[in-house]
């Protein structure tokens, strides 16, 4: 549960109602790291000392449900110079470390992140004679840090998140958010750690759909140029009907189709439905595991498995989940993508988990003939994955939510693949690593064309090329949410 009230509560009305003090003089009572993002907050709004807030009524370290303990609401009035409109300002408090007594985060020093090292802001924009700030985007932000928390995925500016539902539970097609560096709070140095801010922008489908298939900084910076589409402080607008490509076609032509074939996508891997079989093996033999078994359970992860899937996601991530991201509203089916940056060189190796188990000691078994199966959603996905990825030297990894189950795609130039040409399909346990060349990547897109037309797609669908001794079935969600899988 949460409440609204004026901020007269430790962040807003406790440094600013005292007797004339300066911003730098806080009461001891209230925690410090609530008064480095205080201080930048009154640094921007000095006027409004006590802004509204929604607060968790029963804290997170107490067992509530809401992680963040407040959001602030400020009014903006914008800059007409700039042509950036009047707006609502929000800003949260909790993912970084309030407290540094460890209720939440664990305190590791003042020179790191503090928590998770950043807070989420968002700027929407104020309707006519609209006197009161919505809390819809409040709960929005408690969403995402659910997410945060109980992944321990933290966010990145350009990263990309799939909601699948208006923001603001309306009509609207703002659906959808990128996330970007908020362009007027500075991070914020408090005695548990640094804090950045990065800014929810709200967008549209199709804007959503380019950002996976090239890159999230591209489209932000598409955004700042179109004044109705969030302009140069990317304010969201839920009464926007048009996209960006809309307002301007030449935009994906020239600017996004021209992006993907120079620089690939920066889409590295998604929790999706998926599975594989082996067909090289017959069903009876289970003596090491495959990806669905009746009757039994498929061997888990290793660690370093484990780990080099987590470091492939933190790079690019979709969540179709309930349990991992709770949604807002108990009909909503919400998702969550994240890209990031590639590194130079793409590589399947994790630093962080080379110590777990040395590799020799991980059993790779290699196939012979395999078949995946997707359901709509997730197969949509695979010319991304073949255009944007492997084309590029890159891979892409699909992580089954509903287990251990994992396929990576890489490609001739990946470093720390256990696939290799002379043996193009292995597997770790539950992970399927498949290599493919770009000859044959080249004819998969050929062949797989029509899985950029879902409107005219019929399930189930079966693609196979017998001399690669590969098949790939599109299959419907239900085949997916049955206890066999």
């Given amino acids: 549960m949460e409440g609204v009230r004026p901020g007269g ?13 300066g911003s730098g003089s806080f009461p001891s009572l209230f925690p410090p790291g609530l008064h480095g ?46 042509n950036v409109p009047e707006h609502w300002h929000y800003v949260s408090f909790g993912l970084s470390d309030l407290y540094g007594d460890n209720r939440v985060h664990e305190f590791t020093g003042t020179d790191g992140p503090s ?14 004679g609209e006197s009161a700030p919505p809390t819809w985007p409040a709960e929005l932000m408690q969403g995402l840090a659910r997410y945060v928390f109980q992944s321990e995925n933290t966010f990145c500016s350009g990263d990309h998140v799939s909601w699948h539902s208006p923001l603001d539970n309306s009509e609207s097609r703002i659906q959808h ?13 408090t005695p548990f750690g640094v804090v950045t801010f990065l800014q929810i922008v709200g967008v549209c489908t199709e804007e959503l759909h380019a950002a996976q298939q090239w890159n999230g900084q591209g489209i932000l910076e598409l955004l700042r140029t179109v004044p109705v589409a969030g302009g140069p402080w990317l304010i969201t607008d839920m009464r926007r009907g048009e996209t960006i490509f809309e307002i301007d076609p030449h ?3 020239e600017r996004v189709d021209k992006g993907i074939e120079t620089d690939g996508s920066n889409l590295s891997g998604v929790s999706a439905k998926c599975a594989w079989d082996d067909l090289s093996r017959p069903p009876e033999d289970d003596e090491d595991s495959r990806s669905i078994c009746i009757g039994t359970q498929p061997r888990r992860l290793s660690g370093k498995d484990t780990e080099q899937i987590r470091e492939t996601l933190r790079r690019g991530l979709e969540i179709n989940s309930k349990p991992v991201l709770p949604p807002i509203n108990a009909q909503r089916q919400n998702g969550l993508n994240l890209d990031r940056a590639p590194s130079r060189k793409d590589s399947l190796e994790s630093e962080s988990s080379a110590a777990i188990i040395p590799h020799e000691l991980i059993r790779t078994r290699q196939l012979e003939s395999v078949h995946l199966k997707f359901n709509q959603e997730s197969g949509a996905l695979i010319p991304l994955c073949l255009r944007g990825r492997l084309l590029h030297g890159r891979h892409f990894t699909y992580k089954s939510i509903t287990g251990d189950t994992a396929i990576t795609f890489v490609s001739t130039g990946v470093e720390g693949a256990f696939a290799t ?17 770009e000859e044959f990547v080249e004819r998969m897109l050929e062949d797989l064309e029509d899985l950029n037309s879902p409107e005219e797609f019929k399930l189930p669908k079966e693609y196979s090329w017998p ?14 949410d049955s206890p066999l899988h």
């Fill in 37 to 82: 993002i205080y201080g930048e907050c009154r640094r921007l709004y000095p006027d409004q000392p006590n802004p509204l807030q929604v607060t968790a009524i029963l804290k997170y370290w107490l067992g509530g449900p809401d992680p963040l303990d407040y959001v602030s609401m400020y009014r903006n009035l914008g800059n007409p110079a700039l």
């Fill in 467 to 480: 001399e690669k001794k590969l098949k790939v079935s599109i299959l419907p969600d239900a085949v997916f």
């Fill in 9 to 21: 509560g430790p962040p807003a009305g406790g440094p600013g109602s005292g007797s004339g003090s």
């Fill in 115 to 128: 928590g998770f090292g950043f807070e989420l802001t968002f700027r929407l924009k104020r309707e006519t």
């Fill in 177 to 189: 958010m990128l996330l970007t560096e908020d362009p007027q709070m500075q991070p914020v140095q």
């Fill in 251 to 253: 935009l994906q032509q």
């Fill in 421 to 437: 040409e002379e043996h193009p399909y292995a597997a770790h346990g539950p992970w399927l690593q498949i290599l493919l060349t």
